[in-house]
């Protein structure tokens, strides 16, 4: 307590929280350089022997908690520093930071010789530059050092593009990856193009990444709809939804389930019954005993129509593409609303939700 004490009577109290904050940033980055000139050594001169580890990413795993891709990392970081002298001394300085103490060792990587030829000029180039003209700076040299090469780190970058998906406990989707820079410009692009504010009506209260996160779905969902997919068992792919009749007509029922068996409420059963093929399978609570025959709520032909009429989304402001759009029963088929075009409307996936599960509370940025 005495030397929390000291630390906090050193601080200027005159000292502006802006120019504290990049004072402190500063010190940071001298402290990350020193751990990467401290590890060098441990690697260099093979101290983590001493400790009985066969290696130094094993010693720094066990001793920090790193995952092995964190403690490669810093063990990259770590020889790559003790090799190049000028990067070594502007990390130490905090005239760089460590993400382009990061981009200036891939370079090296490239070509060391034409790196070490360069090394000073590089750092001083990219020390001034915000991030992005950084990076651009570090790839054309990199191309102009060796192409080969720079190709070669191209595919290992394509190389490495992944995506992983997984249900969560609750039933939410968790998703990590990550692209290679062209693929990633695609769907970057793609979803910048149905997230843009401007394309969307001004009651639009939605975050930033809501809006990704609908737009993933709504891509998904065109491609299921429309796009060439593969006949798999005899149907195209499809999602599936389980719902009693007693639900469909609003009243209490088993609880409405999609996918593999996760529960989800009677309205966004209803919703999604609202525009879809419906099959009647009758059971008796032990087993299925009779299997109907699949028909859509919405035949093709008044979808048609109902395009023709509609074009769009009929929200007021929206005006999203017939393509993004469900067909919606005003009075709903299972509350014996009728077929036809005087009791549909178009609606995008978002105020066919809000329609039938009601306006949320705006979310926060």
Known sequence: METMRADHAAVDPAEHPIDEYLRLRGEVTMLQARCAEVLGRIDGE???????YLSTISMVRDRTGDSWDAARRCVTEARGVAEHPYVREAFAAAVIDRPRVAMLLAASRVSPELFARDEQVLVDAVAPLPMGKAFRV???W???????????????????????????MGGMVHFDGELDPEGGEIVITALRSLTERGNLDLSDRR???????????????????????????????????TVSREVLRGEPGRPSEIGDDIVISPEVARRIACDAAITEVLTDGSGVLDVGRTTRSIPPAIRKALVIRDRGCTHPGCGRPHRWCDAHHIIHWADGGNTNLDNLVLLCRRHHRLRHEGARAPARE
Do not use: N, W
Not at 146 to 162: I, K, P, T, V
């Open 207 to 241: 975050s930033g990444a809501q809006r990704r996160a609908d737009a993933l779905v709504d891509m998904c969902a065109d491609h299921l709809a429309h796009g060439e997919t593969p006949v798999i068992g005899g149907t195209r792919p499809q999602i599936t939804v």
């Open 138 to 140: 570090i790839e054309y």
């Open 46 to 52: 093979g101290l983590f022997a001493d400790a009985g």
């Open 142 to 168: 990199k191309q102009a050092a060796d192409r080969e090469a720079a190709a070669a780190e191209a595919e290992y970058l394509h190389d490495r593009r992944r995506l992983h998906i997984s249900r969560t």
